[in-house]
């Protein structure tokens, strides 16, 4: 599915001008508010900061309004026009031996990174005694499997359970291909409904700034500049693997696809800007879709390699996890030997995939890891006050992995425009 309509690019930006003035504008407000609200207990700075903190939760629930719709009708109409099962399949293994290679290696780089700077061992921070308070996820397979089949699409749309839109539309767009003419009308229904959602992104988008200053004022009103200095150590080793993971996927994509990766890249400014100043990788779904399009990716690979993507292969996220995870044991001088590490890379692996709708779903996984190898889950807590800061870092990688990840699926096929 092509999409005729692409902004002009003094249009585009114009927008990324927008977000960038609104992250310095964000940026000064919370460092004045900070100043303050000084000496407020936490709920009095949360009641403070209410009409700053509504604003990227607006912006966010309109994302979550068309992710699902736009996930269901492009995979249907790309699953249907790529045809046979045989086709599916195929673009199906390749897209899977892709997202297992780029989350191992996000995860080893992860694991090497920590052990070879320590920083759980170098920053001595007051270890917390008590249990964090964080959500909890029954991460087993059986769970894992079974949540994959939706029991009512309505259900999995109304939760925005994407993992689960994905089966039902690849069950639908293979048995629409079956049946060839007979189910062209709903094929090309469907195509318009795509182009009326990618419409209204268009409208969405255009509120990002408001969220973007909302998002920054009120984490740096909350955190304060002071959190970083603490942890300035443990951010600054962070954004440096972010920095590597990032070299290595293009350098991967560059392999496969020369120059095409890197102008891609170079494309995906303002999904890469929204992802990072609303810590989420969602916001940047429908943008994304638009620019590998414009960059020569067919849109049936899109609409299908992308939402696969969001629910497999998150390599931000997926390097934090084995960055937290023996953070956490270092601070409390906990050591665990290469084995257990390795064995720990492979429960990751496994828990990680498909809980991309869990909010702050990163957390809930290392809970679980800790759990399963006997650390204190209470140092969780160590983590939380920065985690808004890393999961910025963590959002943009995501999308630079799943468009990579499409890319390189697109040349394979031998369909990249």
Same mark, same amino acid.
């Given at each position: ?75 249907? !109409?790309?699953?249907?026009?790529? =045809?046979? &099962? $045989? #086709?599916?399949?195929?673009?199906? +293994?390749?897209?899977? @031996? ?121 984490? !740096?009103?909350?955190?304060?500049? =002071?959190? &970083? $200095? #603490?942890?300035?150590?443990?951010? +600054?080793?962070?954004? @440096? ?137 209470? +140092?969780?807590?160590? @983590? ?34």
């Amino acid at each position: 599915m092509q999409h005729e309509h692409h902004a002009p690019p003094t249009r585009r930006n114009r927008l990324i001008f927008y977000i960038i003035l609104a992250l310095f504008a964000g940026l000064a407000l919370g460092y004045f508010l900070n100043l303050r609200l000084e000496g407020l207990s936490h709920e009095e700075i949360d009641e403070a900061l209410l009409p700053l903190s509504i604003l990227p939760d607006i912006f966010l629930r309109l994302i979550k309004m068309i992710v699902g719709p736009l996930v269901l009708t492009t995979l249907i !109409v790309g699953v249907a026009r790529v =045809g046979d &099962l $045989k #086709s599916v399949g195929r673009i199906g +293994g390749k897209t899977l @031996l892709w997202f297992v290679s780029a989350s191992m290696l996000s995860l080893l780089l992860g694991m090497l990174l920590v052990n070879l700077f320590q920083p759980g061992a170098h920053l001595h921070l007051p270890l917390p005694k008590e249990a964090a308070a964080l959500p909890k996820a029954s991460l087993g397979l059986k769970e894992f499997i079974t949540h994959l089949v939706p029991t009512s699409v309505f259900e999995a749309l109304a939760k925005n359970e994407i993992l689960q839109v994905v089966v039902f539309s690849l069950f639908f767009g293979i048995a629409a291909a079956s049946l060839g003419e007979k189910a062209a009308p709903v094929i090309h229904a469907l195509d318009a409904i795509a182009h009326v959602i990618l419409k209204v992104t268009g409208y969405v988008m255009n509120t990002a700034p408001v969220a973007v200053f909302g998002a920054i004022a009120a984490v !740096v009103a909350k955190q304060g500049l =002071g959190v &970083l $200095k #603490s942890y300035s150590l443990f951010i +600054g080793e962070f954004y @440096l693997g972010l920095f590597l993971l990032w070299l290595l996927l293009i350098f991967a994509g560059y392999i496969v696809a020369r120059k095409r990766v890197i102008r891609l890249v170079i494309r995906l400014k303002e999904p890469l800007l929204l992802a990072f100043s609303t810590s989420s990788s969602e916001a940047a779904f429908p943008k994304t879709m638009l620019e590998l399009e414009r960059a020569g990716c067919p849109g049936k690979i899109v609409s299908f390699v992308l939402p696969l993507g969001y629910s497999f292969n998150l390599d931000g996220s997926m390097m934090y996890m084995t960055f937290a995870t023996l953070f956490i044991a270092q601070s409390y001088g906990i050591h665990l030997d290469l084995a257990t590490q390795f064995s720990m890379l492979l429960v990751l692996m496994l828990t990680s995939k498909g809980i991309a709708g869990v909010p702050r779903a990163s957390l809930v996984v290392i809970a679980g890891t800790l759990a399963t190898f006997n650390i204190p889950e209470a +140092g969780l807590a160590l @983590l939380l006050g920065i985690d808004p800061i890393l999961d910025m870092g963590r959002s943009a990688t995501n999308v630079v992995g799943n468009s990579v990840a499409t890319m390189v699926v697109s040349k394979w096929e031998r369909q990249l425009e």
